[in-house]
């Protein structure tokens, strides 16, 4: 009898796991394999595919002739305006000179305006951003100029920064609006073999005045989120001499002051759309969700069971989700198979996605719920 009761129990508990693993529910499906999505709050709004690009309106989908499959879509913070980045093939080059256009947008993808940019700089792409105004912003990521562009006209260029010895090294650009300001963090390599110094925090109004800069707390930027007039980043100090790595996650103030930090990786940060929790990627077997009202910390550790994360995302209630893949993912890239996990509860469901596309890997909520794009649909993930 008492075996009896136990094997009830174990098929009780079965069912309950069952019941409470993730669901899943396909809301959009494509025939042309998706290579990248881009989406707002859990809305996608467009897709990459090898032949071309696609706007996406509810169900409906449209072919975007005008632009190259090999553009990059960005979108303003609240998707007033989209970014169409069109930088030029190397093959292309002239004069040593590579230039990319770029496509404004209004929310209806009504084009505003267009900007023909080239470079020198070693060849390198600008760094592109959109403000919720339709300011263009670009950032030459070897000389550390800025150019902010309105109705297509040039407003305002500037040095970000300007290091002693030959500006030949390409820095880490991060880059984001809020607001009429434009918010950059900006590394700086160390020039003839000397130690690189701490990376920078600047903020400049759309027509260029007003700059203000301030060091961070480490050399190495990680990732950082800009977001409900919060600003958050991580990076990390590294010693060659005793071969040691000290990583950091900060909250700043709009002006550059360090509110609180936290000694771990923020090798990913994703903020609530609420704006109460943030959620940070510490290990393949380790997140936090900082509760920001309260100031709490919930620390959740979890086995890695030989798979590596590759994404991460936050609702309104602090419930996380990520995107694993086997741990020998980047050796042999020979599957296509991923999975969304929940850590806080275990729950996880298998998902199929080309490992040849890495910005497929990306998990979008809209504070409830969660999305992903594989290559062949928009799904919705439920904890």
């Known amino acids: 009898m008492k075996v009896i009761k136990t094997s009830v129990l174990a098929v009780l508990i079965l069912l309950v796991g069952s019941i409470s693993a993730s669901q899943v529910d396909q809301l959009i499906e494509i025939n042309d394999a998706a290579e990248s999505w881009i989406s707002l709050n859990g809305r996608p709004l467009y897709y990459t595919s090898s032949k071309s690009q696609y706007m996406v309106d509810n169900q409906s989908i449209r072919e975007m002739t005008t632009y190259s499959q090999k ?25 040593g000179k590579r ?12 084009l505003q305006y267009t900007v023909n940019l080239g470079t020198d700089s070693d060849l390198k792409p600008l760094v592109a951003a959109i403000s919720d105004n339709g300011v263009l912003a670009l950032v030459d990521p070897v000389k550390a100029l800025i150019y902010f562009y309105t109705a297509g006209n040039l407003v305002a260029e500037g040095q970000l920064f300007k290091d002693d010895g030959e500006m030949s090294l390409e820095r880490n650009v991060l880059m984001q609006w809020v607001g009429d300001k434009c918010y950059i963090l900006l590394e700086r390599p160390g020039f003839n073999g000397g130690p690189a110094g701490k990376s920078l925090f600047i903020s400049i109004k759309s027509d260029g005045r007003g700059q203000k800069t301030s060091y961070l707390p480490f050399t190495y ?18 010693s060659p001499a005793v071969k040691e790595m000290k990583p950091l996650i900060i909250e700043l103030s709009a002006e550059g002051e360090v509110l609180w930090n936290n000694e771990n990786y923020g090798h990913e940060l994703f903020l609530s759309p609420n704006g ?16 920001l009202g309260p100031q709490r910390v919930q620390k959740v550790n979890f086995p890695n069971a030989n798979k590596v994360c ?63 794009g594989t290559n062949y649909e928009w799904l919705e993930v439920s904890p």
């Open 99 to 110: 230039h990319s256009d770029y496509f404004i947008l209004d929310d209806q993808n009504d």
């Open 276 to 291: 109460l929790y943030l959620a940070a990627l510490s290990s393949h077997e380790f997140i936090q969700v900082f509760e």
């Open 310 to 372: 590759l994404g991460l995302s936050v609702n309104n209630r602090g419930e996380v989700a990520v995107i694993r893949v086997s741990a020998d993912f980047f050796a042999k890239r020979n599957t296509h198979f991923s999975q969304i996990f929940f850590p806080q509860t275990g729950n996880s469901t298998d998902i199929q996605i080309d490992p040849r596309y890495p910005r497929l890997f990306k998990i979008d909520t809209n504070g409830d719920r969660f999305f992903i």
């Open 71 to 95: 553009a990059k879509i960005s979108v303003s913070p609240d998707g007033d305006y989209r970014l169409i980045s069109m930088l030029q093939d190397l093959g292309e080059i002239k004069n």
């Open 221 to 238: 930027l990680q990732d950082f989120v800009f977001q409900k007039q919060r600003f958050f980043a991580s990076g990390y100090d590294y």
